[in-house]
């Protein structure tokens, strides 16, 4: 059977080599680095060939095409060698992807032979215990792997200015700019340790900053930055045992004008494009949304973790065009294949019955573009836009017929009238409920002139007759 034998160095000082890692690196025939970069080399007692996967950092853009280039080759050369010796920095399973590459794609035997990591170094270089929380981060993954300001972090891949530069900025999100960080050198190795003790902020520009080099965050004293999982934690504080009776007190139902209010409240903060507000307002919804999971944990239904999960598995499954093998290049057909994907979720066989799962609680011209769309997706709809015009024309006479004689008429009437006329607005591709949001702020910015100019002119508007009125209304229109 092929084997292949991984041997730890350490984090560079000779120190840190175990006698096994000795004996072996001695012993063998030939030796694969990946890297030679590194300062323990020059200590190493080695009778074999010697071969270096460091031209692969020059050929490959990304680091993964380095990491899967060199899993390739090793596993090329165990099927041509009894024995493959491959040494890389550190311990085997700290940050180390080659390892995590061999075991996903190699079929022969694997052998470990455990290095001293720089974890271990960096705690004693730093006098820090770990065991209030530590957590090993990816610098060039800060997207994904986000990190913990209520405990200790260590950040790797520090390897030069325009990466930490990079890195700053994404841990700016979390920490202060002026939060006091580790940049640590060349951790416990004699002659090679550097440790400076800046502010986040100036990370890059201290000295020195090369593939030795990693940064410590301690965790955060005082907290001025909070994530997800700490306002989940003060919504569950202020419906537990000592939090707060109004808190306390709220049900399902008592919180819903709450969450219909605060997403007005963004809509609006966008269309102002009042960015400062849209934070604010943004954070008002998500205290809604958090404290729905709270009351739904308290009474055994789902948690937070189930709320992410189902809408991760939602996207996840609805983009295949992104996460699996179908093709979709236009905002269009990414919208059929949703449809289709989100009726075969509900087993919906028939398009009256995603019609019906429309929200009854949505605005009335909200639901009727999507009740139209949808019959229009299946080929029900007005083949140009003059018959809708047509159509907006006949519902009016309908309706000028029976006012003044039948209320309930009236009532069916207009409500025809206005369903053509979003009717027109989906063929003009205008989303009628914010036109309509345009025109009441308009109205109310207008009317605010007209009260404003009868004010001025009579000291109020009561009594002022509609042609001047109408007057002032025809200055606002020039001006608003």
């Known amino acids: 059977m092929n084997k292949i034998k991984v041997v730890g160095l350490g984090p560079g000082g000779k120190r840190y080599l175990t006698l096994e890692a000795i004996e072996i690196i001695r012993e063998a025939k030939k030796l694969y680095f990946r890297t030679l970069k590194h300062p323990v080399i020059e200590h190493l007692d080695m009778n074999g060939q010697v071969v270096s996967f460091d031209n692969e950092y020059e050929e490959n853009e990304e680091f993964d095409g380095v990491y899967s280039s060199i899993v390739d080759r090793l596993i090329q050369y165990s099927q041509e060698e009894e024995e493959v010796v ?32 720089f974890v271990d170094v960096m705690i004693t270089t730093l006098r820090k215990d770990p065991v209030n929380g530590l957590q090993i981060i990816d610098g060039l993954d800060l997207d994904r792997q986000i990190p ?160 992410t999960t189902g809408i991760c598995n939602k996207l996840i499954n609805r983009h295949p065009h992104v996460f699996g093998d179908v093709n979709a290049d236009s905002a269009e057909e ?52 003059k018959d809708v015009i047509k159509k907006i024309h006949e519902e009016l006479e309908e309706l000028q017929e029976v006012i003044g004689k039948d209320q309930t008429l009236c009532h069916e009437e207009l409500g025809d009238l206005l369903f053509s006329v979003v009717n027109l607005s989906r063929f003009l591709k205008i989303n009628p409920e914010l036109a309509l949001m345009d025109s009441n702020d308009k109205f109310v910015n207008r009317f605010e002139f007209v009260e404003e100019k009868a004010i001025e002119k009579y000291g109020k508007i009561e009594g002022v007759s509609l042609s001047e009125l109408d007057e002032f209304w025809n200055l606002a229109k020039k001006s608003i």
């Open 86 to 117: 491959y040494c890389i920095p550190g311990n085997p399973f700290v940050a180390e992807k080659t390892v995590e590459l061999l075991q996903e794609k190699f079929q022969g035997e694997l052998e470990f032979i455990h290095g001293v990591s």
């Open 334 to 385: 990414v919208l059929v294949n949703w449809e289709k994907i989100k009726s075969e979720e509900k087993n919906e066989s028939r398009t009256i019955d995603s019609i019906k799962r429309i929200s009854k609680t949505l605005p009335a011209l909200t639901k009727a573009y999507k009740i139209q769309k949808k019959a229009a997706d299946v080929g029900f709809d007005w083949d140009e836009i």
């Open 148 to 307: 913990n300001p209520n405990m200790d972090n260590i950040v790797i891949q520090a390897y030069n200015p325009f990466v930490v530069s990079s890195m700053k900025l994404k841990l700016m999100k979390y920490y202060d700019d002026d939060h006091k960080v580790y940049v640590v050198r060349g951790a416990g190795i004699p002659g090679e340790e550097v440790i400076y003790h800046t502010e986040l902020y100036n990370i890059d520009r201290v000295d020195n900053l090369d593939h030795l080099t990693s940064l410590y965050i301690p965790k955060t004293d005082e907290k001025k930055k909070y994530n997800y999982d700490d306002l989940r934690e003060i919504v569950a504080s202020l419906r537990g045992e000592n939090g707060c009776p109004w808190d306390k007190k709220q049900d399902y139902e008592s919180l819903m004008p709450g969450i219909l209010e605060e997403a007005y409240e963004v809509i609006e903060a966008i269309k102002t494009k009042d960015f400062f507000l849209l934070e604010e307002e943004l954070g008002d919804l998500l205290l809604q949304i958090v404290f729905y999971g709270i009351l739904a944990e308290e009474d055994g239904y789902f948690n937070d973790i189930d709320i």
